[in-house]
């Protein structure tokens, strides 16, 4: 199976309202870094340009996406929810819970 189509079948595994957030999630990182390359790894979707992202992950209570030298990124508007083990980690994570919205300016400018 292509990338692209085990991306997919994540996606659709989830309940509706996380399918939802994942593919506008994907729609907005395909727009803002059109040379982005989705993946699987650690069977979750991943997106590379130029080396590791970010990942997307489907929990129970929310959809998060993990940045993986996040803690390197500007954060003006607050997304990234820090916990102790995030602050000594370069992971940061957004999560947008069921029944939220996404940030989308925010959250594309984090991707630039």
Known sequence: M???EQINSY???HPEWQRRLMARFRQLIRATEPEVIGLMRGNVPAFD???PMLSMHALKTCVSIWFNKGALLK???GLFQLT???EERAV???KVEEG???HEKAFT???K
């Open 2 to 4: 292509q990338p692209q």
């Open 11 to 13: 996606i659709a595994e």
């Open 49 to 51: 340009h130029e080396g």
């Open 75 to 77: 954060d003006p508007d």
């Open 84 to 86: 102790d083990k995030d």
């Open 92 to 94: 940061r994570k957004y």
């Open 100 to 102: 939220g919205t996404i």
């Open 109 to 111: 400018d984090l991707l």
